[in-house]
């Protein structure tokens, strides 16, 4: 049996139709005598007593109806007439879609419109179709409106660049819609102090960290940042030139982009600095931007780019090698063992308790001296600002001269104009010392647990600390020269003339020159498989580096290190040397048998299966077959196999 259709109804009604006939309860009634007749099942009534038409999608009513279609508690919704629905079009056509894209039904029963019904489905397809031209219709009607808006000043939507603001315009006490672009007093003098700065240090970053030390913020309070300055001083408003409708929106969610020049609105407003100063900052950033190089490779080991030889050479990783290495003197250093190193020195760099202990005790104490200073110094504004309204008041009574007032009231007021510069100043140097303190706990925990949460630190974040903190790191021969270093940017007011002793970066003062020993090579391995790690371990007992292994057993140093790595074998000819530097056969070879004597006695020798079957006077097949297969040779060939056992000092075959 097919499940009945479960409906809601809807009743909305003013509050002077209540009183009359047209109540909610007449309106429900309707509503299921009409659900009933269609064999459909109630599930649900939504009732918005005294509301509005004009908007109603936002109440709380509608956004549980739209709930319960959602989620197809209801399939259908019924109401006396649209305009109990909304009044609204754009709502009423917003319901409309919305209706339609979860597949449930409308039912007006004024307008005799079921949407469940061919001629019901028709209504909506019309209703779409109006509703998609309408919303065309008003697309068209603002994008024709921007250029005329923008000719006459007006706003286009959007906030006013820093420095300027929107204002309206009141007029006769009433206050108009019409708004004027002007500049914004607090923030001109912001604006003006960027390209200062920047026309000084031309540097965006420089400029954006100089602006957040001195206090400044952007319009919403976030600090200002290198992209924050780079637009300020490519936006030509500040020379008096606003230029509008040169954007232009893709679409709702979609990006924005540029319109072609010819469509742009240069509007003559305020200018804050001179044409003059735009040009020249802007110059500096056309040739910044004309030198800047494309993006080199991204950074895939830890110390890339700080590792250098001591013949001064810079050392990368080639290719696929784990070490990183010097061209000029083919000086190495595993990857592996230089991260370890640097992890190791960390701990040394890094603050003791008792550096934290002190530095907060000094940081403290510094700022208990500023604060009191700024006391002392606001109470003797305060103080010698009534002895001048006093003085002036008693000129002013007659008590005295202007002589007599001149002589008293102008040394007041030379130390007060010269307190009032102060006073700044040293505001500056309290707030930035309020800020390092109530920061520093948890800067200075982190620092010194940074080197027990190193490995757990995504390689990103390694690698930033590295930038900030290494100065260098030197290989050598036989020691590494690794210098790290800490100096954080302080607030310029401390950092400037004879103000500098009162320097308090947000971490003290940190520095490490450390030289260690040079690893040997990559970590001891517990139980080696293959002949190269073996050698590695033996060359690490013994304290050997790899070119004094290469010149013992007469190979390059490359051969060594290529053995170590897995990635070549030596040949049977290094044999020899390599089982004399090792001190003990490496080799798994069953001498029980003659294949494995054979075997043996070739690798002692360093020879090939031809060489020992030139020497026995049989085929190299031969060699080949007697090794790898339990068979006793020919008597003759048994005689001289055994001849040549017996003279290298290899015992004799069982037996035989």
């Known amino acids: 049996m097919e499940a009945k ?39 649900e009534v939504y009732r918005l007593d005294a509301v509005s038409g004009k908007s109603v999608i936002e109440q709380p009513e509608a956004k549980r109806m739209m709930s319960d279609i959602k989620s197809g508690r209801i399939t259908g919704l019924i109401f006396s007439k649209l305009a109990r629905l909304a009044r609204n079009t754009k709502e009423l056509l917003d319901f409309a879609d ?79 819609e019409r708004k004027e672009f002007c500049i914004d007093e607090k923030e001109a003098p912001v604006r003006t102090l960027v390209y200062e700065l920047f026309l000084k240090y031309k540097r965006k970053k420089t400029v954006a960290t100089k602006l957040n030390s001195l206090g400044y913020r952007t319009r919403n309070g976030s600090k200002f940042s290198d992209t924050t300055i780079h637009r300020l001083l490519r936006d030509t408003t500040a020379k008096g030139q606003r230029i509008a409708n040169h954007t232009k929106s893709l679409g709702e969610g979609k990006r924005w982009v540029g319109k072609p020049q010819g469509e742009w609105i240069v509007i003559p407003c305020g200018a804050i600095i001179s044409e003059e100063t735009w040009n020249d900052a802007n110059a500096i950033l056309d040739a910044q931007s004309a030198k800047r190089k494309k993006p080199g490779r991204q950074v895939v080991h830890l110390l890339s780019g700080y590792v250098t030889c001591t013949c001064g050479s810079k050392m990368y990783v080639f290719h696929k090698s784990p070490s990183y290495s010097c061209k000029k003197c083919k000086t190495k250093i595993a990857v592996a063992d230089i991260d370890e190193i640097y992890h190791a020195q960390l701990k040394s760099f890094l603050l003791s308790d008792s550096d934290i202990s002190d530095y907060m005790q000094k940081s403290n104490s510094i700022l208990q001296e500023k604060e009191i200073l700024l006391s002392h ?52 140097e309290v707030d930035f010392l309020r800020i390092q303190s109530l920061s520093a706990d948890t800067v200075l925990d982190d620092a010194k647990n940074l080197a027990d949460h190193w490995e757990m630190l995504p390689f990103e974040e390694k690698r930033t600390i590295v930038e900030v903190i290494t100065e260098s790191v030197t290989v050598g021969k036989s020691d590494i020269h690794i210098a790290l270093s800490y100096l954080p940017t302080a607030h310029p007011s401390l950092n400037s003339g004879k103000r500098q002793h009162n320097f308090i970066p947000a971490l003290p003062f940190s520095r490490l020159d450390m030289v260690v020993g040079k690893p040997l090579g990559i970590k001891y391995i517990a139980n080696p498989t293959t002949l190269g790690q073996k050698i590695r371990n033996r060359r690490l ?50 001498t029980s048998t003659l294949g494995g004597k054979m075997k043996r006695y070739r690798y002692l020798k360093g ?38 056992l017996v003279a290298s000092s290899i015992e004799k075959l069982p037996g035989y």
């Open 5 to 43: 259709k479960s409906v809601g109804i809807w009743i909305r009604v003013s509050t002077e139709n209540q009183v009359k006939d047209d109540s909610p309860e007449h309106h429900e009634h309707r509503a299921r005598l009409y659900a009933e007749a269609k064999g459909w099942q109630v599930a």
């Open 98 to 176: 919305f209706f339609k894209s979860y597949q449930a039904d409308l039912i007006s029963l004024a307008e005799s419109i079921d949407t469940s019904s061919p001629a019901g489905r028709l209504f909506y397809t019309m209703i779409a179709a109006m509703a998609t031209w309408e919303r065309e219709e008003i697309a068209a009607r603002v994008a024709a409106s921007v250029p005329d808006r923008a000719q006459l000043g007006k706003p286009l939507g959007g906030a006013a660049p820093f420095g300027y603001q929107w204002k309206g315009i009141n007029w006769n006490g009433e206050k108009f």
């Open 607 to 644: 020879m090939t299966q031809k060489g020992l079957a030139k020497e026995v006077g049989v085929n190299e097949s031969t060699v080949h077959y007697y090794e790898n297969n339990p068979h006793t040779p020919l008597p003759r060939t048994l005689g001289k196999l055994q001849a040549l």
């Open 541 to 590: 007992e013994k304290g050997m580096l790899q070119k004094e292994v290469a010149a013992l057993i007469g190979v390059t140093e490359d051969c060594v290190t290529l053995w170590e790595n897995g990635r070549s074998r030596p040949s049977v000819a290094h044999y020899p040397w390599i089982i004399e530097f090792l001190g003990h056969f490496p080799f798994e070879i069953d």
């Open 377 to 428: 110094t606001s109470n003797e504004i305060a103080k010698i600002g009534k002895r001048m309204t006093d003085l002036v008041n008693m000129r002013l009574d007659g008590d005295l001269t202007k002589e007599a007032f001149l002589k008293e009231h102008r040394p007041f007021e030379e130390r007060y104009v010269q307190l009032e510069k102060q006073l700044p100043i040293l505001e500056a």
